[in-house]
């Protein structure tokens, strides 16, 4: 490991002059002169120890005060401060029984010791998994390359959808949940300008950029994400499926959050992670059930309309029947 410099930053406007580059930024160009911020610093960590980056400085944001906490409000909805732990949204009770899925999925992440010390903001800005993308001897083309080394390579937990650019899958189980719940990210710049972008377009498809999977730029930092107030009928669930039942990474892993009348279901938003490079949500499943009774056999087909695109590759084509089926369990579950 290389040696750096630490600075606490005491305020978000500190931390934005004295950065100079995102994580993106230092694999894309070098790292010999980067300022990179950390919070959790789970992420940061582990692209350091495996010589992918060497950042000259890092700046702490976790000594800045304020952008933790949770606050929930019936009609405002929730709000989570960046700096807050998975730990702190696991534990907390207007969560689990206003917006379950998120509980769930913050629940099955990493691990108690992890969850204790990683952030949200962290969670939902960190990098794919994609073992060739971390590995320093393959320089693929998320890291400035001309290959995809997975697409011919040991690809079994890689993408079954939008996967012609890039196979890889993001990481946070979290942001599946996140983005049924339609959630948006606050993200502050300098000067204290603030902007809210829609989950769904907080991440970045390879196809647009293939450097990277967030819109975060350098002078940006994520200080918090809203979630809209869920009504009295709204139900959701969340699947994550792991080779272990202990810590893993998904291999799949859904969240739904239905809207209903009865068994009913007046409106749905069917969400996937480790399907594609970025979470996904399901317009055609969604489609299907809206309108119908939420039963076994809807439910299946349902399963059946989120898999009508995959496109799997040579050693992933168990994904096809693993969505299909968490889907399936999901929709009934949410009832």
Not at 8 to 18: F, H, M, P
Not at 39 to 48: H, K, M, Q, V, Y
Not at 56 to 82: C, M, Q, V, W, Y
Not at 143 to 148: A, D, E, H, L, Q
Request: charged fraction near 25%.
């Amino acid at each position: 490991m290389n040696k750096f410099k630490w600075f606490n930053a005491q305020n978000i406007e500190e931390a934005l002059e004295r950065t100079n580059a995102t994580v993106s930024d230092a694999i894309n160009r070098g790292s010999a002169d980067s300022a990179i911020i950390k919070s959790g610093g789970i992420e940061l960590l582990d692209f350091i120890k495996e010589g992918i980056i060497e950042p000259a400085e890092i700046i702490n944001i976790k000594s800045i005060p304020g952008l933790e906490g949770i606050a929930f409000d019936r009609t405002a909805g929730l709000r989570i401060g960046a700096n807050t732990t998975l730990a702190d949204i696991e534990n907390n009770g207007d969560i689990k029984l206003q917006y379950l899925a998120l509980h769930q999925a913050v629940s099955k992440a990493a691990t108690p010791q992890l969850r204790n010390v990683s952030t949200l903001g962290g969670n939902i800005a960190q990098r794919t998994r994609c073992w060739y993308f971390r590995s320093i001897d393959h320089p693929c083309f998320r890291k400035g390359g001309t290959t995809c080394f997975a697409q011919n390579g040991e690809n079994q937990m890689h993408a079954i959808m939008n996967n012609g650019t890039c196979c890889s899958v993001h990481a946070s189980s979290v942001a599946t949940a996140l983005l049924a719940y339609g959630a948006t990210v606050e993200i502050t710049s300098r000067g204290g300008q603030k902007k809210d972008v829609s989950i769904d377009d907080f991440f970045v498809n390879p196809f647009t950029d293939i450097r990277r999977e967030s819109v975060l730029r350098r002078g940006e930092i994520i200080t918090a994400v809203n979630i809209p107030a869920q009504g009295k009928n709204v139900k959701s669930w969340y699947i994550k499926q792991g080779e272990r039942a202990s810590f893993d990474w998904a291999l799949a892993d859904v969240a739904v959050v239905v809207e209903l009348s009865g068994k009913r279901v007046r409106k749905a938003a069917i969400a996937m992670g480790a399907a594609s490079p970025v979470p996904v949500r399901s317009k055609a499943a969604e489609e299907f059930i809206t309108g119908k009774d939420i039963n076994a056999t809807t439910a299946a087909e349902a399963g059946q309309k989120a898999m009508e695109n995959a496109t799997p590759l040579a050693k992933n084509g168990y994904k096809v029947d693993l969505f299909k089926t968490i889907v399936k369990r999901a929709l009934l579950e949410s009832v």
